[in-house]
């Protein structure tokens, strides 16, 4: 494995870009960012973060974080005919910190491995306020001496950088966590409309739940944040991306032959919002559906 002089990060999103600028300002490494949209490259060039305006411009990275929507879009910007796998040197580790399936992750090790080239999944949990703090959760599947090289830039951009297990890993615990949250959420908004409509003041509600046993992160972010004030963003984890990472989770169900007929649920209403036109919108908005 190569000293980590240059690194590379594609896709600056609603947390690539602060995950981007928190690396390329914490770390002093020599950083290129790619994304298809102007406005992202254009802030963190103030920042000394140079513009790559293909993927080949990747080819001398020593470390490639991948910050992308989904598995799809993970494997043709690393197997594409002029993907990462045919330019990267030896020794280069690409990092997705996205969430994507397991089976992909295992894939792309592989695949990799056959060039010389080291993969790791990193998926990152928490909100973009975190991405923002650099207080992400991220959890990690590598060989021990991948984590070993990657953890001092990982805690650049989370606070708790916990090592899972090999490869694929860190994305079986990152689908796990999120199958959890959108549980919640969605139990959350089941006591929010049973509450309104038995009279009860909900942010007098919520307020009294963080104070017993069903506290949690998703009270108060989702439901405090976003439920109460009846807020959806659209620059923040939507619907469509909800329903993305749930199925993932069912399809590794499946896999170890388990109904997860709690989830099943969630996805239904996941659905339902999504046709009632929620598709972009942040996904606790499920709550106007129940």
Do not use: W
Request: hydrophobic residues 45%; glycine residues 10%; aromatic residues 6%.
């Amino acid at each position: 494995m190569n000293n980590q002089q240059n690194i590379g990060f594609i896709g600056l999103g609603v947390m690539g870009e602060p995950m981007c600028r928190n690396l390329s300002t914490k770390s002093g490494l020599t950083f290129t960012a790619f994304d298809r949209r102007e406005e992202p490259l254009m802030r963190l060039a103030q920042l000394g973060v140079g513009r790559a305006v293909s993927l080949a411009q990747m080819a001398a990275s020593d470390v490639v974080f991948l910050s992308l929507p989904d598995g799809d879009a993970v494997r043709d910007v690393c197997l594409g005919n002029t993907g990462l796998i045919t330019m990267l040197n030896a020794g280069a580790i690409v990092v997705d910190l996205g969430t994507s399936p397991v089976a992909l992750a295992r894939e792309l090790d592989h695949r990799f491995r056959g060039q010389d080239v080291l993969f790791s999944d990193a998926p990152v949990a928490r909100t973009r306020a975190a991405a923002e703090a650099g207080t992400l959760s991220i959890m990690v599947g590598a060989d021990p001496a991948v984590f070993e090289v990657l953890e001092p830039l990982l805690k650049m951009m989370g606070e708790e950088v916990t090592h899972c297990g090999g490869v694929g890993s860190g994305q079986l615990v990152k689908i796990m966590n999120n199958m959890v949250l959108f549980q919640t959420v969605s139990a959350l908004a089941e006591a929010l409309a049973i509450g309104r409509s038995a009279g009860i003041d909900p942010a007098v509600m919520f307020s009294a739940l963080s104070k017993g046993s069903a506290d949690s992160f998703a009270l108060r972010n989702h439901g405090m944040k976003a439920m109460l004030p009846d807020t959806f963003p659209q620059d923040a984890f939507s619907t469509a991306y909800a329903m993305k990472d749930l199925g993932y989770a069912l399809e590794l169900a499946r896999d170890v032959g388990l109904e997860a007929s709690g989830a099943q649920l969630v996805q239904e209403r996941f659905k339902q919002a999504i046709d009632a036109g929620f598709h972009d919108s942040y996904f606790p908005v499920v709550s106007r559906v129940i």
